[in-house]
């Protein structure tokens, strides 16, 4: 059974900095597409960032493009979303996802397996 664990989570002002955590049992992150989605009240799921088991550059949603960056260690089957200069606007649910694609996709059903998520809130 495959399980998703978010962690890192948090109250933070505007400009700090957090750290989530995603730690999968039952999936080998170095084996799939690993990716990070966010959901504020009443949005829809967004896109932040993904990481493809193929290599190559990480992908990311425009609004989080160079503040946020996503890695993965392989030893500790855990992926990680540092989140650097937070805004208001950067608060949501934030979700870790697995999947089979070869890229670091944005599109939701290309990840079969989900996290619970994390609240994540920017004050202003």
């Known amino acids: 059974q495959v399980q998703l664990a978010e962690s890192g989570g948090g109250l933070v002002q505007a400009g700090g900095s957090l750290r989530l955590s995603c730690a999968a049992s039952?999936?080998?992150?170095?084996?799939?597409?690993m990716g990070w989605f966010r959901q504020a009240p009443g949005k829809e799921r967004e896109f932040v960032a993904a990481?493809?088991?193929?290599?190559?550059?990480?992908y990311y949603g425009d609004s989080v493009k160079g503040r946020f960056t996503i890695s993965r260690d392989n030893a500790k089957n855990t992926v990680y979303l540092q989140m650097n200069s937070l805004k208001p606007e950067d608060t949501a649910v934030y979700c870790c996802?697995?999947?089979?694609?070869?890229?670091?996709?944005?599109?939701?059903?290309?990840?079969?397996?989900w996290g619970q998520g994390t609240q994540v809130t920017v004050s202003s």
């Open positions: 996802a697995g999947g089979a694609t070869a890229l670091p996709s944005p599109a939701l059903w290309e990840y079969a397996y």
């Open positions: 039952g999936l080998t992150v170095r084996r799939y597409t």
């Open positions: 990481t493809s088991w193929s290599g190559g550059r990480p």
